[in-house]
C-alpha cells in the first residue's frame, strides 16, 4: 500500500506527519510560510484522509509507510502521534532523517512506573471501548480534549473541525490501530540513540502530554531543545500560529 501525501513549497526538505484522528488538513495554518521556506511533504497517517489502513497496528510499519513516501533525506516535523511515528523513522533509518520537530509528543503517550507525566491508561482504554460504538462521538471527545483549559479553546474547536472537514476522515481501522499505538509504544529507552537534533515544542495547559514531560525527557536527551507556548494546549500551531510557526522556523533552520 502506499500513503497519500502532497507537497509543496521549495527549498530544504521537510516532512509533515499529523495526529492521531487528524489529516493533513490541520496543517493549514502553518503552509503559507513553511512553503515559503521549504518543500514540504505533507503525508496522511495509515486509515486516515486518503491512506488505506495499515495491516496491523505498529509502530514500525507505520514509520515505514511514511518513509516509503518521504524524500531521501529530510528534516521531519510530527505532531502527537506523528512525532512518535517520526521519532521511530529516525531511530529505524537515521540517515534519512536529518533532524526531528516534536510538537506535543512523548515517548510514551499513557502513564507507566517512573513514568506520571502521561494521561492514565483506563483513558485510553475508555476511548478504545466506545470508538467500536460510535466512532464520530469518541473522536469529538477527543478534539475537545486537545483544546480543553486552552487559551482560545472555543475558537481553536471550531477551527480544528472546519480543517478536519476539508479531507476524508479517518476510517475506524485507522483510529483503532492508532489508539492501540499510543496505548502500547514507549521510545524512552531508544532516546539515547537518536542520532539526529531533536526539538520538542509543548503547550503549557496541554492536558493529553502536560508540559512537565520536559523535566523526564531531559533524563534522556539532555542536549535536547524543549520550548513551551504559554497558554496553549495540544494544538498549539492552531491557537497560537504566530509564536510556533516561530518556534518551528527556528528549530527546522539548520536542515
Given at each position: ?6 507537497q509543496l ?8 506527519l ?31 484522509g486518503?491512506?488505506?489502513?495499515a ?15 518521504a524524500?531521501a ?19 529505524a ?7 526531528l ?18 494521561m ?6 475508555q ?35 472546519a ?5 476524508p ?5 485507522g ?43 531531559r533524563?534522556y ?8 507556548i ?14 510556533s510557526l516561530?518556534a ?8
Amino acid at each position: 500500500m502506499s500513503l497519500f501525501y502532497q507537497q509543496l513549497g521549495y527549498g530544504p526538505d521537510l516532512v509533515l506527519l499529523h495526529g492521531w484522528g487528524m489529516n493533513a488538513a490541520v496543517w493549514e495554518p502553518l503552509l503559507r510560510g513553511l512553503s515559503e521556506r521549504f518543500r514540504l511533504t505533507i503525508i496522511e497517517l495509515p486509515g486516515h484522509g486518503g491512506s488505506a489502513p495499515a495491516a496491523t497496528a505498529d509502530l514500525s510499519e507505520w514509520a515505514g509507510l511514511c518513509l516509503s513516501v518521504a524524500p531521501a533525506s529530510a528534516h521531519w516535523l510530527g505532531w502527537s502521534l506523528g512525532g512518535q511515528i517520526a521519532l521511530r523513522a529516525a531511530l529505524a533509518a537515521p540517515t534519512r532523517v536529518t533532524g526531528l520537530s516534536l510538537v506535543a509528543t512523548t515517548p510514551r503517550f499513557v502513564q507507566a512506573p517512573g513514568w506520571s507525566c502521561a494521561m492514565p491508561v483506563a483513558t485510553f482504554e475508555q476511548f478504545a471501548a466506545a470508538l467500536h460504538g460510535d466512532p464520530n462521538a469518541t473522536l469529538g471527545r477527543f478534539l475537545s480534549l486537545q483544546v480543553k483549559g486552552a487559551e482560545h479553546a472555543r475558537e481553536t474547536l471550531k477551527l480544528l473541525r472546519a480543517e478536519l472537514a476539508q479531507r476524508p476522515a479517518a476510517c475506524e481501522a485507522g483510529l483503532a490501530q492508532g489508539l492501540d499505538l499510543l496505548l502500547h509504544n514507549d521510545l524512552r529507552a531508544e532516546l539515547k540513540g537518536l542520532q539526529c537534533p531533536s526539538h520538542w515544542l509543548f503547550g503549557s495547559r496541554d492536558t493529553l502530554v502536560p508540559g512537565v514531560v520536559l523535566d523526564s525527557l531531559r533524563v534522556y536527551l539532555p542536549d535536547a531543545d524543549m520550548q513551551v507556548i504559554p497558554g496553549a494546549g495540544h494544538a498549539p500551531f492552531l491557537s497560537h500560529p504566530y509564536a510556533s510557526l516561530d518556534a518551528l522556523m527556528c528549530t527546522t533552520g539548520a536542515i
